[in-house]
């Protein structure tokens, strides 16, 4: 059983029939593409994970570091296994990486068997009549609330064999890092989940949108390592008649990770590239000025209180609240008018919960070059979402203590007076308002 972004041995299709084939040898490839382009907290987080999956698997993980092309290949055939299970991977890397390692094992006389995906329903199966993929999330959302996705799968008894009879190297050393990582096993986990359908579950329609609230599940490090299944989470809130809205708006937060992933399987290049073509006429600024307004937007010095507070989190937990990583990136591109992608690499340096589908979709949502009809003209005002969602400044002073003695009416505006030590407005949101739809204007007149 080769985990990758499955860490957990509960709901889990592909460990299942592996264990149905015989004895399992559990493997973990530190895959140095990973390493080096992942942040701090994310390799963190997946040491943490390992150590909870090593425990699970009764101390047999058997970790092994190099090229995934060249090294399972070569352990299967040291351990005499007939097959490699593997759940299978939707983003562009890891079809590649699977399709090379399975031809070098059918060389071999051996197979990758494929079992399951990382989501309650496999990215690629929610389609249109006409068979193609959907580029707007509210039918998507209806289609795939249609096909349904199956109960939590029971694993049976594993047999495990592993470093008692093959040799493992060093799991990888968990940088050093001055932030405190959420739980990382299976067990915390779900009292983390169960917790939050016990006490928060009821007002999240509400308080999600609410940074300065503790009102959000916190399950996406855990879902991005796989350490929880999402079916595992949707048959918890489970459609029932009667059911407060809170459930299903939780269910649709599940089905936009679900549309990223679909969105990106369909079209890798989206990782990179604007998903709506035309907008690569857009014009960005990438000169040394640009590069230094990213700079101070990347340290929390842009004079926005609500935007200064996103990012400062980002540091200080490696997670940010999602309606202040709209705000940010709105800010980012709309106000400075630097490339959603500089900012989308920054967040998946940064985040730990980092999950390449919903990056790289969320900011081209926030940008207006991805899905939906996601309007380049929506342009968020900091100061006026600030009031909105902090209107009492606690998450602000939570994360910019300096702003901490500041009253309720002053703390969102960036026209006032500061403290010492914290800037001013780095631009006048209006103006850079205005500039940005005049670019737009510019180049959807020419597309016209």
């Given at each position: ?6 860490l ?5 299709p592909?460990l299942a029939?592996?264990v ?10 530190v ?10 907290p ?21 970790i092994?570091?190099?090229?995934p ?6 352990f ?11 759940t ?13 390692v ?17 989501y ?17 999330f ?14 939590p799968v029971?694993?049976?008894p594993v ?12 799991p990888p ?56 299944h ?21 269910r ?17 290049g989206?990782?990179?590239?604007h998903?709506?073509?035309k ?9 040394a ?6 700079e ?8 926005f ?19 202040v ?28 919960d ?40 606690r ?49 959807r007149?020419?597309?016209r």
């Open positions: 059983m080769w985990f990758r972004r499955d957990r041995t509960t709901d889990h592909a029939a592996a149905a084939d015989g004895e399992v040898v559990p493997l973990f490839v895959d140095p593409i990973f390493t080096r382009r992942a942040g701090a994310r390799r963190a987080y997946l040491a943490a994970a390992l150590a909870g999956l090593d425990a699970a698997a009764g101390g047999s993980l058997v092994r570091h190099g090229d092309v060249e090294v399972v290949p070569r299967a055939a040291e351990v005499g296994a007939g097959s490699v299970y593997v299978r991977d939707a983003a562009p890397y890891g079809r590649r990486r699977d399709a090379a399975s031809e070098r094992l059918v060389a071999d006389g051996r197979q990758l068997a494929g079992v399951g995906t990382n309650a329903v496999d990215p690629g199966t929610v389609t249109k009549a006409d068979g193609g993929g959907y580029a707007v509210s039918p998507f959302r209806r289609a795939w609330r249609a096909a349904g996705w199956p109960a029971e694993v049976p047999t495990w064999a592993g470093r008692g009879d093959v040799a493992s190297e060093p050393a968990p940088p050093p890092l001055d932030i405190e990582l959420p739980p990382a096993d299976a067990a915390s986990v779900h009292d983390r989940w169960d917790r939050f359908v016990e006490e928060r579950l009821d007002g999240y329609d509400t308080h999600r949108n609410l940074p300065g609230d503790d009102g959000t599940s916190r399950m996406s490090p855990a879902l991005r390592w796989g350490i929880v999402p079916r595992q989470l949707l048959a918890d809130v489970a459609e029932e008649p009667g059911e407060r809205r809170a459930r299903s708006v939780f649709s937060e599940i089905a936009w990770r679900e549309f990223y992933a679909d969105v990106l399987l369909r079209h890798p989206s990782a990179r590239e998903l709506q073509r907008m690569d006429a857009l014009p960005v600024d990438t000169d000025a640009a590069r230094r307004r990213f101070a937007w990347c340290a929390g010095r842009t004079g209180p609500i935007v200064d507070a996103g990012i400062r989190q980002l540091h200080t937990v490696g997670w940010m609240h999602n309606r990583r709209m705000i940010t990136a709105s800010f980012l591109v709309k106000d400075l008018h630097l490339p959603w992608q500089w900012g989308a690499r920054f967040f998946m340096q940064h985040l730990v980092g999950d390449l589908a919903s990056n790289q979709h969320g900011w081209q949502w926030v940008a207006g070059t991805g899905t939906d009809p996601a309007p380049f003209f929506r342009v968020f005002n900091p100061t006026a979402q600030s009031e909105r969602f902090d209107p009492e400044g998450y602000i002073r939570r994360h910019l203590p300096e702003l901490a003695d500041l009253p309720d009416g002053s703390i969102h505006d960036p026209g006032r007076s500061r403290p010492d030590g914290y800037p001013p407005p780095m631009v006048d949101h209006a103006a850079e308002r205005r500039e940005a739809l005049a670019r737009y204007n510019s180049i007149g020419a597309s």
